[in-house]
């Protein structure tokens, strides 16, 4: 008899082919073209980002720009109020003084007459002062009593008289007990020596305005490139010097053209110092 062989001995085994396909798994292709498809569209947003980014810059810097020309500038000054009272004569700079300070600090003023005082009182003037800040404040920190004195002096708080005289001297105690830095800044030793002079000179002027102390004034603002007396900014310096001018102006007195060019220039300029366009305008 025949004897058949075990079936399992024949039993073939598959090799795979060499030829056959392979493939790689399916999420490496999907990454693959995740990235390559989203690098166009990254770089599409980026672009987006940046207008958008540039876009806000332009209308900040819009916008800081009209708060520098519509609001009161920010002068490093102590958030205090002012509350002073300034004696001095009828027509004496020191009531502009009071005028730019009320301005300034947005407090109102109120005038009176002392019984020492013999001058007459301009009615126009007073209702011009009354009306500073009218509309902003509640709040009375700038008193004007007119007296016979030949110099201005001033009580700092109610009560306590400071033995302070002279438009320099007050603004120089104001500038550094309300903290006007950016006015006079003690910390710039040239700049403070500059204004230090100036007020020198404006203090001669206020006691006596001449011809020759005017001319003066005019050669300086002349050989200077500053619309200012000292540096590129207002200083105490000016403020006094626009009061003084002012003071001529109101009084129907001749000043020469290049310092009412000056006047008439910084009176545009600073929030605080536009007050005397009530004043100086139609003189």
Do not use: W
Request: contains cysteine.
């Amino acid at each position: 008899m025949y004897a058949a062989p075990k079936i399992y001995q024949d039993i073939v085994v598959a090799t795979p082919s060499i030829n056959m396909y392979s493939m790689r798994p399916i999420h490496d292709d999907v990454t693959a073209n995740m990235t390559s498809s989203s690098a166009g569209d990254v770089t599409d947003l980026e672009r987006r980002q940046d207008k958008c980014l540039a876009d806000m810059e332009q209308l900040q810097a819009r916008l800081n720009k009209i708060e520098v020309d519509c609001a009161p500038p920010s002068t490093g000054a102590t958030s205090g109020k002012v509350d002073i009272v300034i004696g001095c004569g009828v027509g004496s700079p020191a009531v502009f003084l009071g005028a730019i300070l009320a301005r300034k600090s947005n407090t109102l003023i109120k005038v009176f007459s002392h019984s020492s005082n013999t001058a007459s009182v301009d009615s126009g003037i007073t209702n011009k002062l009354l009306k500073v800040n009218r509309h902003e404040s509640e709040v009375t920190g700038v008193n004007i009593i007119y007296k016979d004195t030949s110099a201005a002096y001033f009580v700092d708080k109610p009560g306590r008289q400071v033995p302070v005289f002279g438009l320099s001297n007050i603004l120089r105690y104001l500038a550094r007990s309300q903290g006007y830095t950016a006015l006079y800044n003690e910390g710039n030793l040239a700049v403070a020596a500059a204004i230090d002079e100036m007020l020198a000179m404006v203090d001669s002027l206020e006691m006596k305005s001449t011809a020759q102390m005017l001319n003066e004034f005019v050669k300086i603002i002349s050989s200077s490139s500053s619309t200012y007396l000292c540096g590129d900014t207002l200083s105490i310096a000016d403020i006094a010097l626009c009061c003084c001018l002012t003071a001529s102006v109101v009084s129907g007195g001749q000043i020469p053209r290049v310092l009412r060019e000056y006047l008439d220039t910084v009176a545009r300029g600073e929030y605080e110092m536009r007050v005397l366009k009530a004043f100086i305008n139609g003189n």
